[in-house]
């Protein structure tokens, strides 16, 4: 089969509904039943529209003399924050009649290409259903790992299941020919953030909008940006869209002043409304003082109780000991370690992808006749 790969455009939402709208193909993606070529031409507009740093392409064949799309990729930035500028997220489809044809070999070849020689990419990562290991053998052939095993990740056909997180380093980073720097000299003791100074007491509530300057101040403090993927002096404009508006946040008080901020994003996506996205800070001179285990405490009532949520998830940097301790003190475990995904002082970090799952929630005592 002789394959041709080029750019997709909105003229392509036709082949995309069909290909994305298959039985046989939609159950392994994050798609959901009855696409149509309206929801595509949009998307197509908006992913493919000048300035956007996405990739899409598609795969096409000659059928009887017409060029037929069978399969298509997108690599798109994970974010616009500087920090994650150098990750990049990968997503594959091919057609049920073009599946263990070289379809998808020859759209990963041309993505991984793409980002090491001409996108400043580090890192390319993908989540995949762990049952599907056919798409998971493709992957590992293009350097992809398994960093982790995300429980209950995604509805499917009426069950919850596991998804994998896989990523692939640069396997030769370019690098400016530049002298050697002079080493730098390690900070004097007076420069590292001092702990546990306050006094007084501190109360937590829900977060007002007359809060979120308070709380934008609060994530770009040393002592609390590092383990979050923000910058030093972002603007409070930038933090505050960054926030944006979670199902539930919470504020930790100390005379009128916010020392502590929490929140939840339920996720958008159709098939992931049972999970949420954790945000979680305390100011340095209040950690280890209980302020982040109230927050939390709050939270999770909030998702058990009120929400019927079934997953929380959130990204620790490697480093952060007390952060992933106070985690797991709240039932969440580590599944599994992003490699070099979080510029954290000049220095590509690792972090860890931890989570927690809520058992079933249990019917009232009293239930309505059938």
Not at 80 to 95: E, F, K, T, W, Y
Not at 185 to 212: F, H, I, N
Request: proline residues 6%; neutral net charge; glycine residues 8%.
């Amino acid at each position: 089969m002789t394959l041709t790969l080029r750019r997709a455009t909105v003229d392509d939402a036709a082949a995309y509904a069909r290909i994305l709208g298959d039985p046989a193909v939609y159950p392994n993606l994050m798609q959901v039943p009855y696409t149509n070529e309206d929801i595509w031409r949009s998307r197509l507009a908006e992913r493919t529209a000048p300035g956007k740093n996405d990739l899409m392409l598609v795969a096409e064949r000659v059928v009887h003399g017409q060029a037929e799309v069978v399969g298509s990729a997108g690599l798109h930035p994970s974010s616009d924050l500087p920090r994650l500028r150098h990750v990049a997220v990968i997503g594959i489809s091919v057609a049920a009649e073009a599946q263990r044809q070289g379809v998808g070999k020859a759209l990963m070849q041309a993505m991984c290409d793409y980002a090491d020689r001409w996108m400043q990419v580090l890192r390319i990562e993908l989540a995949v259903y762990s049952d599907n290991e056919a798409a998971i053998a493709l992957y590992r052939k293009f350097g992809f790992e398994i960093e982790s095993t995300q429980r209950g990740y995604a509805l499917r056909d009426g069950a919850y299941v596991d998804s994998l997180t896989m990523a692939r380093l640069h396997p030769n980073p370019p690098a400016a020919a530049l002298p050697a720097a002079p080493a730098l000299r390690a900070a004097p003791p007076s420069a590292t953030v001092q702990r546990g100074t306050a006094s007084g007491s501190w109360s937590v509530r829900g977060c007002e909008e007359s809060d979120l300057d308070a709380v934008a101040a609060l994530m770009i403090r040393r002592g609390v940006v590092e383990d979050l993927p923000l910058t030093p002096w972002a603007p409070a404009e930038r933090v505050r869209e960054l926030i944006g508006k979670p199902a539930c946040s919470l504020v930790a008080l100390t005379q009128g002043h916010v020392v502590g901020y929490a929140s939840l994003a339920v996720q958008s996506v159709l098939r992931r409304r049972h999970a949420a996205g954790l945000t979680i800070c305390v100011a340095p001179e209040w950690q280890g003082r209980g302020v982040g285990s109230a927050l939390l405490a709050a939270l999770i009532e909030w998702a058990d109780g009120w929400a019927g949520l079934l997953r929380i998830e959130i990204d620790v940097p490697a480093q952060s000991a007390a952060a992933a301790k106070l985690l797991a003190n709240f039932g969440f475990e580590n599944e599994g370690t992003r490699r070099a995904s979080l510029l954290q002082g000049g220095m590509f970090a690792d972090t860890h992808s931890m989570a927690r799952l809520r058992p079933r929630p249990g019917w009232s005592a009293v239930r309505p006749e059938a």
